[in-house]
């Protein structure tokens, strides 16, 4: 199987051995073609956001005016924060210069004034070696004045490099616009949209690593060739993460449509001591869990996973054996979204700090029947009433996790109602909890 | 305590400033900058990169209670951060936490007396398929065990 964005090739990170394997070839095709011709291709060819929403990349350039007073702007969004989520530090490390060629190509087709990559603070070693890759960029021509030399044309664009300070929701594309204005990371209430009125009030585009790093490959193989790969409504490859009860975890890039009984047991080696998996979350903590027995047939694609009532996210695979204390667990997811709310919203603000607690009560083992009804009346209260998605990435695990695994949680709390103000729960409206259906 | 930028880290901050088309978006650079200088981020601190960057104190005081990578307070020469979020937790997040928590004699957000270490328990740092990890300042350490930590201490102690 090809790979696309992380190939087997040594020292790809230098930048002459990456032009030495047809690198900044598909930058100088590009440049021979009309910006409208590169959208259309990138339409064409399917690609979809690797960062968590999987909207189509193309359709989303194509937002961009094409005539503006103002400047018009390109994010690279590295802030990979989600955990479970691991894979824009390999493209970093690995093959940085393919993400460097295919925001160029992207800062081409929707006419950008500057680039700015953005990536999480954390990252310090990964941040280190993308600037050397960008600096070597510099020196040969391929970014900056000397573009127009080197490429022909008339079209010069500086590639800076944005480091992040430690704030997950700073992955959210309006907060990380802020957050590169030197603001606090606030989620801006959309619409208007980035495309419209993002950085600095400008047109802006914004895309995930990932995403961008595919678009080289494209530009020079062809469309065609890359909407053959993997699952038609999903294609190409994806770097799925794997982590937790994993005998050999880690990146593995793969054709999305990659079963996820596949992924564990045939890359990922199975799960340590031959155990059951009790619990799999197949894209970053903030998706819908499923249970172990569930996952025989499931396909790692957007519309598959859909389908099976969870979503693809990053692709983030997190495995949970049979031995896992998932109130624990749960417990500790709950604590992160508590800990990443940025504030702005008083449902998620005070919804994740009620979770927290809650959790907390039951994993001390003094909760009851009825806090579990509370849990779920909190996270659906939080969904769908707050600015940005990090309330649906908050209240999802909850509501899920309790709605699927009812039966093992059930065994983890009291029939008895213990504490006091657990009886309010007979007035709240959530008495049943139906699966809802997962939003786009 | 008095705080000035060293006329080199001048240079490095109008680099940053020239990055963007305004003044304001480099504070989070040279907010590092400081850091990186004075070890913390104190009020002189702050008020000197209002200062630099035409800015206001409390805007630079929102910026640095928003984002937890800036130090409010002084942290140890070595700053030890343990991940125990989920992908960790499952692969023993928390026992490396409770053993550095042990092992150095302090909690969360402490500093050992001799002010070599500093602890903190922080979220993913995007190690979950090298989990467990502990961050020493800028390094990543990955894929540890028990051992691994107290030689990783010990060889700090003698730096």
């Known amino acids: 199987m090809e790979k696309i964005v992380l190939p087997d090739i040594k020292d790809l990170h230098l930048i002459d051995v990456y032009i030495q394997n047809g690198g900044y070839t598909a930058l100088k095709k590009a440049f021979s073609q009309t910006p409208d011709d590169i959208i259309d291709q990138v339409k064409k060819s399917g690609l979809r956001g ?23 702007y390109l994010c690279i969004n590295g802030d990979e924060s989600e955990p479970g989520s691991f894979k824009d530090r390999q493209i970093l490390e690995f093959n940085p210069h393919q993400l460097i060629e295919g925001t160029l190509i992207e800062a081409y087709a929707i006419q950008a004034n500057a680039a700015y990559i953005y990536i999480r603070g954390e990252y310090h070693k990964w941040i280190k070696l993308l600037e050397k890759a960008l600096a070597d960029a510099y020196e040969y021509g391929f970014v900056g004045d000397k573009m127009k030399e080197k490429l022909g044309g008339n079209y010069s664009v500086n590639i800076y490099v944005h480091k992040g300070a430690g704030a997950y929701i700073c992955g959210e594309e309006s907060a990380l616009m802020n957050s590169i204005e030197g603001k606090r990371g606030y989620p801006r209430v959309k619409p208007p949209f980035p495309a419209q009125n993002g950085l600095w009030g400008c047109p802006t585009t914004i895309n995930n690593v990932e995403t961008v790093a595919n678009v080289p490959p494209i530009i020079n193989k062809g469309w065609e060739w890359f909407s053959k790969i993997g699952e038609p409504k999903h294609p190409g490859t994806i770097l799925y993460g794997l982590s937790g009860h994993v005998n050999n975890p880690g990146i593995y890039e793969l054709p999305s449509g990659t079963l996820l009984t596949d992924l564990i047991y045939k890359y990922g080696g199975g799960v340590p001591g031959n155990k059951k998996i009790l619990c799999v979350i197949p894209g970053g903590s903030s998706m819908p869990p499923l249970r172990g027995e569930q996952i025989e047939g499931i396909k790692m694609d957007a519309e598959s996973l859909k389908a099976a009532g969870t979503s693809i996210g990053t692709a983030g695979i997190i495995v949970m054996d049979e031995d896992t204390d998932l109130v624990q667990v749960l417990a500790r997811i709950a604590k992160f979204y508590y800990h990443e709310s940025c504030g702005q ?12 607690k809650l959790l907390n009560r039951i994993a001390k083992g003094e909760g009851s029947t009825h806090d579990l009804d509370l849990l779920i009346s909190v996270a659906s209260n939080i969904e769908g009433n707050t600015i940005c998605a990090l309330g649906e990435a908050a209240a999802w695990p909850v509501r899920f996790m309790i709605t699927r695994f009812r039966d093992y949680f059930e065994t983890c709390v009291s029939r008895e109602v213990t504490i006091p103000v657990a009886n309010k729960v007979h007035s709240l409206r959530h008495t049943e909890y139906p699966l809802a259906p997962i939003k786009d | 305590m008095e705080f000035t930028f060293t006329p080199e880290n001048l240079n490095r901050i109008n680099e940053v400033i020239s990055h963007y088309p305004e003044k304001r978006p480099a504070v989070m650079g040279v907010l590092y900058i400081a850091q990186e200088q004075n070890g913390w981020i104190s009020y002189e601190v702050m008020k000197e990169v209002a200062y630099v960057l035409d800015m206001k104190e409390e805007e630079i005081l929102g910026i640095v209670s928003f984002y937890t990578m800036y130090h409010e307070k002084p942290v140890g020469k070595f700053h030890l951060q343990v991940c125990t979020n989920v992908s960790c937790m499952l692969r023993g997040g ?66």
């Open chain 2, 94 to 159: 928390y026992k490396i936490y409770d053993h550095v928590k042990e092992k150095l004699g302090i909690e969360n957000g402490g500093v050992t007396e001799d002010k070599l270490f500093s602890l903190e328990e922080v979220e993913c740092m995007g190690s979950c398929g090298t989990a467990p990890m502990i961050a020493v300042n800028e390094d990543y350490f990955e894929n540890l065990n028990i051992q691994q930590i107290d030689q990783i201490i010990e060889s700090l102690k003698n730096k």
């Open chain 1, 50 to 72: 690797r960062g968590g929403a999987a909207f189509f990349a193309g359709l989303k350039w194509s937002f961009m005016p094409k005539t503006s007073s103002k400047p018009k």
């Open chain 1, 345 to 356: 919203c008083t449902p998620c603000r005070e919804g994740t700090g009620w979770m927290l």
